[in-house]
């Protein structure tokens, strides 16, 4: 089956500008959650969602959104980007019944870069 | 509470001699416990997981780890490391719920010729 498919691959933004990265979780699948990775603080929980509803969230400030479709794709936004925003970010999916006590699957990230 | 703690943030071995990964956790629960590696501008593979049953794990490309409950370690290792192994690893914690899965801060492992 297909895995964790992330879109895009690679973005170049400017400091004030918003956007939105795409994440298609394994067929099957309705948990997904988001983190960032970067050098300085590693990787960190933004939210995670479960049947098109936010069930948990990071210490991020709100600028940070998200949400999921009923098909279990889930999109997140940034506005008003800063240059600390710049970071990989993770898309990992997980079955419905144990939300990723048995693990997760990643996509390969989108990786964003602001200047 | 939960946290992890990768003791090594680089480890350096050289091809064909044994890979040892450390990692304390601590965990208020019965936790599962992982292994990921991640290769530049990837992202996260499952390399292995331990979720209460038995102690010794053994994961994929001749990875395994071993729970020991006394010395709350689930150190990764491997008997003789491929120059394709050399990536970053991290341990995680996990109740379930991705809040409360808490990932190590990372072990990168270079692998010489």
């Known amino acids: 089956k297909a895995g964790v498919t992330q879109t895009p691959r690679y973005l170049i933004k400017t400091r004030g500008q918003q956007v939105t990265l795409s994440c298609s979780p394994i067929s099957g699948h309705r948990s997904v959650s988001w983190y960032q990775q970067t050098p300085g603080q590693g990787l960190q929980f933004l939210f995670e969602y479960f049947s098109e509803t936010q069930r948990n969230k990071g210490n991020f400030p709100g600028r940070f959104s998200g949400r999921q479709f009923s098909n279990s794709r889930s999109e997140m936004n940034v506005s008003t980007l800063e240059l600390g925003d710049s970071a990989l970010y993770l898309c990992?999916?997980?079955?419905?019944?144990?939300?990723?006590?048995?693990?997760?699957?990643f996509g390969s990230g989108t990786r964003l870069t602001v200047v | 509470a939960q946290s992890v703690t990768q003791l090594d943030s680089h480890v350096s071995v050289s091809e064909g001699t044994p890979v040892l990964l450390r990692c304390n956790y601590s965990s208020s629960y019965s936790p599962s416990l992982f292994w990921y590696v991640q290769h530049p501008n990837k992202g996260l593979q499952l390399l292995l997981k331990?979720?209460?049953?038995?102690?010794l794990v053994k994961g994929i490309n001749g990875f395994e780890a071993e729970f020991k409950k006394s010395e709350t370690s689930f150190h990764l290792t491997k008997p003789s490391a491929h120059m394709s192994d050399a990536a970053e690893y991290f341990c995680?914690?996990?109740?379930?719920?991705?809040?409360?899965?808490?990932f190590g801060a990372g072990t990168r492992l270079f692998v010489k010729a």
């Open positions: 995680v914690v996990s109740r379930g719920g991705g809040f409360k899965t808490i």
């Open positions: 990992a999916s997980s079955s419905d019944l144990d939300r990723g006590r048995y693990g997760y699957t």
């Open positions: 331990y979720t209460s049953a038995a102690t």
